[in-house]
Every structure is written in C-alpha cells, then in structure tokens.
C-alpha cells in the first residue's frame, strides 16, 4: 500500500497511457471513449447497471479475484464507523459497504458488552444505501432480508442522483462512495454535494497533534491507474507469448480483452463490461482526482494505492 498526503502545490502526475484513453475534464462528457451528449450519459449507464445488477457480486468477484471485499473492508476500517452515526453511502444499491459498515459498529457495541447507557445509540444509528438505479437498490433490499437486516431501521434505502441529493446540510457524519463516481457525468457536482451535507468534523488535540474524533470524512474507493511497473508485469506474465510485451500492454489486454469476455460468458453482456473497462481510463488519475477534492473544499487530502494503483481509496476531511 502506499498512502499519499495531496499538497496543493504540487503539480498532478499524469501516468503516460496511450492516446486513446487519455482522461477528459469532468465537464467533457464521456461514456466510455465515446462522446456523448450530458442528457444521454445518465441513461446509457443506467441501462448498463440495470443490465449488470443481477450478476454484478459475481462479476466483481470474478474481476477481482474477490480482493473488491479486501479493498470494501479497508474503505469501511478508514471511515472508523460509531454507534448513532449517520452516514450517507452513494453508489451503495447492493449494500455491499454499508453492510460492512452496520458491522462494524456492532461489533463496536458487542465489546462494550451493550452497555445499558449506550441501548439508545443503535437506534439513532442511520446508514443510507444510496443508488441512482432502482434495480441495484432491489439487489440491495433482496440481500438485506437473507442477512437478516430487513427490518433493521438503522438501514435506510434511497433511490437518488449523487449530483443532486435530498439530504439537508451539515446532516451526515460520513460519506463513502465505491466504484461510482467514476460514472457520474459531473465530478465536481458529486464532490460538492458531498461537502455540503457532510457535518464538521470533530477533532480532538492528542500527542501527535489534531486527532479525528468523528465526522466530516469523505472516502472514495475506485478503480484508478497503476503507479508501480511490477503490478502491470503480473497480468498474464505466465504466458509465453507475452513474454516480450511491455507491462502495460498486458494489464490492458486483461482489461480490454478478458473482462469484456467474462462478461459475455457469465452474464451475456459484453459491452456493459467493456464499457466499465473504458470509464477507468477515463477516470482522473490519482493526484487529478485529489486536486478535485481539495478545490471542493476538503481538507487532509490523501489517497492509498492499492495493489499498486489498480484501486485507489481518497479521502479528505471537512474542518
């Protein structure tokens, strides 16, 4: 892992990467590497996640090699979750994160011995799993039964956009988004209604200085770009034929050519995946992306490389 803290005056690190999947500003629209119009962007993904819902825990697991419920854990360890929190969890329709979430702070209840006191913080606890498709959200509510969560009122389902949400101001503790902002047609817009509704953090003075208490944390695990050479020599190095191929030929061929192939075999939809592929190469690499969080008006801004930038968690406080 590597965990870089964002200085304002440094200059972004664009990876070099080859023309065709160079990123475009957040206000050039994009679906994939084809230009679309803003009006049809939110509809064209949304018929992608409508067509990929049913099969998209599965899809994730085959893509990964199940390391997104690593990288899931990590994001959730990060956002250090309390008994009556209220957080917001956007892109979140299958409730992967926010399952983890309602985890943690039961798990943070069980070792207090449920004291007695503190009987009323679970019911004040708010987790809202919030998606812009209807079909993951039902994903979602269909996993929460099996988990025994269905009538758990500290699990809130919304249906809403990310670049316009319902929840009032200064209202959430918490802010996490995985593997969704990358689809949005605004990056800005998300970034600011996520500082807008997020509550102040609370900091406290410790030995090593100010200590986050709780509140004000901002969390984005995606998809992002490979930093470190030998991450990009790992893909498909057992075969002979690519032995001579540079490293990040052979991360784009798994990327363009194998996911797009699994997708088609396990779920009968090639370009929803294809598609998915395209959207990280359009994504901002890392030090772009955290400049776009700290001119939303964050603060702190770090992000942790994962598997050598393959994904990449952000995070930035609102003080």
Same mark, same amino acid.
């Not at 994160?97 to 004040?124: M, T, W, Y």
């Not at 919304?158 to 689809?183: H, K, P, Q, W």
């Not at 004000?216 to 490979?226: A, I, K, Q, T, W």
């Given at each position: 892992?590597?965990?870089?803290?964002?200085?304002? $005056?440094?200059?972004?690190?664009?990876?070099?990467?080859?023309?065709?999947?160079?990123?475009?500003?957040?206000? @050039?629209?994009?679906?994939?590497?084809?230009?679309?119009?803003?009006?049809?962007?939110?509809?064209?993904?949304?018929?992608?996640?409508?067509?990929?819902?049913?099969?998209?825990?599965?899809?994730?697991?085959?893509?990964?090699?199940?390391?997104?419920?690593?990288?899931?854990?990590?994001?959730?360890?990060?956002?250090?979750?309390?008994?009556?929190?209220?957080?917001?969890?956007?892109?979140?329709?299958?409730?992967?994160?926010?399952?983890?979430?309602?985890?943690?702070?039961?798990?943070?209840?069980?070792?207090?011995?449920?004291?007695?006191?503190?009987?009323?913080?679970?019911?004040?606890?708010?987790?809202?799993?919030?998606?812009?498709?209807?079909?993951?959200?039902?994903?979602?509510?269909?996993? @929460?039964?099996?988990?025994?969560?269905?009538?758990?009122?500290?699990?809130?389902?919304?249906?809403?956009?990310?670049?316009?949400?319902?929840?009032?101001?200064?209202?959430?503790?918490?802010?996490?988004?995985?593997?969704?902002?990358?689809?949005?047609?605004?990056?800005?817009?998300?970034?600011?209604?996520?500082?807008?509704?997020?509550?102040?953090?609370?900091?406290?003075?410790?030995?090593?200085?100010?200590?986050? $208490?709780?509140?004000?944390?901002?969390?984005?695990?995606?998809?992002?770009?490979?930093?470190?050479?030998?991450?990009?020599?790992?893909?498909?190095?057992?075969?002979?034929?690519?032995?001579?191929?540079?490293?990040?030929?052979?991360?784009?061929?798994?990327?363009?050519?194998?996911?797009?192939?699994?997708?088609?075999?396990?779920?009968?939809?090639?370009?929803?995946?294809?598609?998915?592929?395209?959207?990280?190469?359009?994504?901002?690499?890392?030090?772009?992306?955290?400049?776009?969080?700290?001119?939303?008006?964050?603060? $702190?801004?770090?992000?942790?490389?994962?598997?050598?930038?393959?994904?990449?968690?952000?995070?930035?406080?609102?003080?």
């Amino acid at each position: 892992m590597a965990l870089k803290l964002v200085s304002r $005056k440094l200059g972004s690190k664009f990876l070099p990467m080859l023309s065709s999947t160079s990123p475009l500003h957040s206000h @050039a629209t994009s679906f994939g590497f084809k230009h679309v119009r803003e009006e049809e962007k939110s509809q064209l993904v949304g018929n992608v996640f409508s067509s990929v819902a049913s099969n998209y825990d599965l899809m994730n697991d085959l893509m990964s090699g199940g390391l997104h419920r690593l990288w899931k854990d990590r994001l959730v360890s990060m956002l250090n979750p309390f008994p009556g929190m209220k957080h917001l969890d956007v892109a979140g329709g299958t409730g992967d994160v926010a399952f983890r979430i309602l985890d943690g702070i039961s798990s943070i209840k069980r070792r207090a011995n449920q004291d007695p006191i503190n009987d009323h913080l679970q019911e004040e606890t708010q987790i809202h799993a919030c998606d812009i498709n209807p079909n993951m959200l039902n994903v979602g509510r269909k996993r @929460a039964i099996e988990r025994g969560l269905g009538e758990d009122k500290s699990l809130i389902w919304v249906e809403g956009d990310a670049e316009a949400l319902s929840f009032e101001d200064n209202t959430m503790d918490g802010y996490t988004i995985a593997f969704g902002i990358r689809n949005v047609t605004h990056i800005e817009k998300v970034l600011a209604e996520a500082y807008r509704l997020l509550r102040m953090a609370y900091l406290v003075r410790g030995s090593d200085g100010l200590v986050l $208490k709780h509140g004000g944390r901002f969390l984005c695990l995606e998809l992002s770009h490979v930093e470190v050479p030998v991450f990009k020599e790992l893909t498909l190095h057992h075969l002979s034929c690519f032995k001579n191929v540079p490293f990040s030929c052979r991360y784009d061929y798994y990327s363009f050519s194998v996911i797009p192939a699994v997708g088609e075999l396990v779920a009968g939809d090639r370009d929803s995946y294809q598609y998915l592929v395209e959207s990280i190469r359009r994504f901002p690499p890392q030090e772009k992306f955290a400049s776009m969080i700290a001119d939303a008006g964050f603060q $702190k801004v770090e992000y942790e490389n994962l598997v050598g930038g393959v994904v990449a968690i952000h995070s930035g406080l609102k003080i």
